[in-house]
């Protein structure tokens, strides 16, 4: 049996390239790009970066700025409401002047300040400071402090009253004096009421936008307060105002001041280094009397003037133009320091301020008096 040789025009085996379809480029080849995929799609956009978004960008902005804003608010010490010094209408550096009945910018209640109490006497002083020297006096001092025996110069209960009924004012109250809400009548209670007999130095607090604000003031002599067992003033009766101690800045004064004031006068009381159970008062006439400490006048008895005053104490202060009119406060004997600035502080005041006509009854005793005691406040200047 022969075997035909194949045809020449026609392969034999299977083909030895693909078996449709026209060959591919080689890769790296210089053909054309390859096509799209089929389907008429758009190519997709490029990513853009998150900085390329205009709402986006905006967005951030305006978190970022009410970010700021609400801290600058929050940490505003008078909690935002607005106006320096809390919004009293003092500017940072002043030091406001209250006249003994004014109400004053933003009071926490009415007044319960009795006016039987306000004082008749305008008595010449036994001495003052240099004018530029202020007083710096112990709270348990005898007649640092008056008033008019079995009459109370506060109204404690109403003071209670007016807080109770305004729970956002009784809780701002007790910020400043740093105890619970629920403990500001038996606080209240603590505290005597009296009348200041000297030009006092404080830092006053308002109520403004449900928060306690805080600005410097000088109290004029006459100025009904309830002071704790140490002397220190806590409640200014014609407002209903904490009061707290002085800041040790040096400022000036604004408002009007009243008849006979003098810087070289403004005295800043310091806690009595024991606790206070009698407080040795005088009267407008110059007698004495004893009122025990949180008692409202009922159990006042009358004693003897002190037998001795002592030398006030005095720190550096701005001069101030001497006045012509006799002083309504009535300062104790003072002893100027002619090297107040060497960083030794001198001790506080135990003087005994004399009134006009002293007169006495029985003899007195325990008025929590003290000697010595620092003092770094500087005084307002006019």
């Known amino acids: 049996m022969s075997v035909e040789p194949p045809s020449s025009g026609r392969p034999t085996g299977p083909p030895s390239g693909p078996l449709s379809g026209p060959s591919q480029p080689p890769s790296g080849g210089g053909g054309p790009p390859s096509e799209p995929p089929s389907g008429g799609g758009e190519p997709p956009e490029p990513r853009r970066p998150w900085w390329g978004s205009v709402p986006r960008?905006?967005?951030?902005?305006?978190?970022?700025?009410?970010?700021?804003?609400?801290?600058?608010?929050?940490?505003?010490?008078?909690?935002?409401?607005?106006?320096?010094?809390?919004?009293?209408?003092?500017?940072?550096?002043?030091?406001?002047?209250?006249?003994?009945?004014?109400?004053?910018?933003?009071?926490?209640?009415?007044?319960?300040?009795?006016?039987?109490?306000?004082?008749?006497?305008?008595?010449?002083?036994?001495?003052?400071?240099?004018?530029?020297?202020?007083?710096?006096?112990?709270?348990?001092?005898?007649?640092?402090?008056?008033?008019?025996?079995?009459?109370?110069?506060?109204?404690?209960?109403?003071?209670?009253?007016?807080?109770?009924?305004?729970?956002?004012?009784?809780?701002?109250?007790?910020?400043?004096?740093?105890?619970?809400?629920?403990?500001?009548?038996?606080?209240?209670?603590?505290?005597?009421?009296?009348?200041?007999?000297?030009?006092?130095?404080?830092?006053?607090?308002?109520?403004?936008?449900?928060?306690?604000?805080?600005?410097?003031?000088?109290?004029?002599?006459?100025?009904?307060?309830?002071?704790?067992?140490?002397?220190?003033?806590?409640?200014?009766?014609?407002?209903?105002?904490?009061?707290?101690?002085?800041?040790?800045?040096?400022?000036?004064?604004?408002?009007?001041?009243?008849?006979?004031?003098?810087?070289?006068?403004?005295?800043?009381?310091r806690p009595a280094q024991e606790p206070i159970d009698v407080f040795v008062m005088c009267e407008p006439d110059g007698e004495w009397f004893k009122r025990d400490k949180g008692d409202t006048g009922e159990n006042d008895r009358k004693t003897a003037p002190p037998d001795e005053p002592t030398t006030s104490a005095t720190v550096t202060t701005p001069t101030d133009s001497p006045s012509s009119q006799p002083t309504t406060s009535e300062p104790a004997a003072t002893e100027t320091s002619s090297e107040p600035s060497t960083g030794d502080s001198p001790p506080a005041d135990d003087s005994t301020p004399p009134p006009g006509n002293d007169t006495g009854g029985d003899t007195g005793g325990d008025t929590g008096n003290d000697t010595g005691g620092d003092t770094t406040g500087r005084p307002p200047a006019s």
């Open 57 to 269: 960008v905006a967005l951030i902005a305006g978190a970022i700025v009410a970010a700021v804003v609400l801290v600058v608010v929050f940490t505003r010490p008078d909690g935002g409401s607005g106006g320096s010094d809390g919004g009293t209408g003092t500017s940072d550096g002043d030091v406001l002047l209250q006249p003994a009945a004014d109400t004053g910018p933003d009071p926490f209640t009415d007044s319960t300040a009795k006016e039987s109490s306000a004082p008749s006497v305008t008595p010449t002083p036994a001495g003052s400071a240099s004018q530029n020297a202020v007083r710096a006096v112990r709270g348990g001092a005898p007649g640092l402090y008056g008033g008019t025996r079995n009459v109370a110069s506060c109204d404690v209960e109403k003071q209670i009253t007016y807080l109770k009924q305004a729970p956002d004012k009784q809780r701002a109250f007790a910020s400043v004096q740093r105890i619970d809400p629920s403990e500001v009548p038996a606080y209240l209670r603590s505290l005597t009421p009296v009348q200041l007999r000297m030009d006092t130095w404080v830092t006053n607090h308002g109520y403004k936008n449900g928060r306690a604000t805080q600005y410097q003031a000088v109290l004029q002599a006459g100025t009904a307060v309830l002071v704790d067992d140490r002397g220190v003033p806590r409640v200014r009766c014609a407002c209903g105002n904490p009061l707290s101690p002085p800041a040790p800045q040096q400022k000036k004064t604004t408002g009007d001041k009243w008849a006979g004031y003098k810087a070289s006068d403004v005295v800043e009381v």
